[in-house]
């Protein structure tokens, strides 16, 4: 990378879109890999700097959602090289636009915003240094792990033989009780394999993050949706995932590394 021409910097746009910030006191050039094929570099202070490309003063909107995964996809990709050229980086969210102020240009102000978070950032990156974000996810098959309570759920199985010893009718009524039970019975599992999970999880990261679940198609759903922050390399957490997928009917995402967005706060 080289040093940007002394144009890119002084920014006449109204604003400076931000996608990281990084420990460095240099300039450099990305080049034109960023949002709308912008050309994206650095500008900081010493010490501490932001990855940037000049932009007007208005926020990314648009109804077409290709364009907003276009840009959402160029984000983050910026992010990764960033990354790579650093190390560590405290990813900024989608749209983060420093602004001209009264007294000063979109990147005037934006030192002035570096200068005024640098203790609470050194901070960070001294923290996540060595460090990325991996997403876990825990899933099961609904099918699989109904036909297993059928057949090891001792009140399961009394309703099931008492439904094919009674008359027609009376067992319609029973099959109702029996889908009740046995609903009631896959939540409990449900809640008992999430607790076992997320306890065994928990100490493999240095630290974690329940996320909503997300719809799954199929039969199956999701149990666990968890964003955790470790050491790069460590290898305590993929054996712990192999041991939770040897339980019936129940499968494992792990996805990473990733810069840490959920780990790096306001």
Known sequence: MTTPPSNLTADKAGGVYVYCVAR???NRLFGPI???GRVVYTAGNKEILAVVHNCSAQPYESQDPQV?????VAHQNVVLAATEAFGTVLPMAFDVIVRDSATAGAVGTLKTWLDQKRDRYVQLLDRLAGKAEYGVQV????QAIAAWLAGTDDELRKMQDEIRSKPKGLGHLLRQKLAKAMRAAMEKQADRFAQDFYARIRPCMEDLRVEKPKKVDGDRQMLLNLSGLMRIGSRELGRVLDE???NKGVTVR???PWPPYSFVGG
């Open 24 to 26: 460095g006191d240099g």
């Open 34 to 36: 960023g949002l709308d």
């Open 68 to 72: 907003v995964h276009g840009w959402v």
């Open 139 to 142: 899933l099961w098959d609904c």
């Open 244 to 246: 939770i997928e040897q």
């Open 254 to 256: 792990f996805t990473g």
